[in-house]
């Protein structure tokens, strides 16, 4: 009778530690789970970020066009009025 005792002790210990270890691992997964969310949600942020700064940059560069365009305009406007008063003066 005392080795059954045994036994029954040592086999509802490892039950328990069972029982414990499927707990740790059912929490374990759980918050796995939450991190991988986490992650995912924050990936998602920073593709947003960076296609909102890519959007900024082009309109950056589309800006450096048009400034360039218009000193390019006014420098021939420039050019075209003093062409015209320097012919009215020549007259």
Same mark, same amino acid.
């Given at each position: 009778?005392? *080795? #059954?005792? &045994?036994?029954? @002790?040592?086999? +509802? $210990?490892?039950? +328990?530690?069972? %029982? %414990?270890? !499927? &707990?740790?691992?059912? *929490?374990? !997964? =759980? ?5 991988? @969310?986490?992650? =995912? ?12 700064? @890519?959007? =900024?940059? *082009? +309109?950056?560069?589309?800006? &450096? *066009? ?10 021939? $406007? #420039?050019?075209? $009025? ?10």
């Amino acid at each position: 009778m005392a *080795e #059954e005792t &045994k036994n029954g @002790k040592a086999e +509802n $210990l490892f039950k +328990n530690f069972g %029982k %414990k270890v !499927d &707990k740790f691992l059912e *929490e374990l !997964d =759980e918050a796995g789970g939450k991190l991988n @969310k986490e992650f =995912e949600g924050k990936y998602e942020e920073l593709k947003q970020a960076a296609e909102k700064l @890519k959007k =900024e940059a *082009e +309109n950056k560069e589309r800006w &450096k *066009e048009v400034e360039a365009s218009l000193k390019k305009a006014g420098k021939e $406007l #420039e050019n075209a $009025l003093k062409a015209a008063f320097k012919k009215k003066q020549d007259k």
